[in-house]
């Protein structure tokens, strides 16, 4: 069996760039295999911005629209671990 690591975290806001350290020493530190960052309140994230959390490894994500007040999800994750096959809402 196959064990997979999975970081799920309200990071309540990502417009500091204090908050920006912590997420990436976190996600560098525990080397997950995917992470789920909620409430991050930013209106874009581009490829740079996840490399800077994630670090050097292989990796894609997925940035969901905004929908109403929410603040924003971003699901990062290590290509090499998993494998992406579609993203829905239930609304």
Same mark, same amino acid.
């Given at each position: ?7 799920? /975290? ?14 990436? /020493?976190?996600?560098?530190?525990? @080397? @997950? ?20 959390? /994630? ?5 894609? /994500? ?30």
């Amino acid at each position: 069996m196959t064990t997979i690591m999975i970081i799920a /975290w309200n990071v309540m806001g990502l417009n500091f760039p204090n908050k920006r350290r912590d997420v990436k /020493w976190v996600l560098r530190k525990y @080397c @997950c295999d995917a992470a789920i960052l909620v409430e991050s309140k930013l209106e874009e994230i581009n490829r740079n911005i996840a490399l800077s959390f /994630w670090g050097g490894r292989p990796f894609d /994500w997925i940035f969901p629209p905004l929908v109403g007040r929410s603040g924003g999800i971003i699901v990062i994750w290590d290509t090499q671990a998993l494998e992406y096959v579609g993203f829905f809402y239930l609304f």
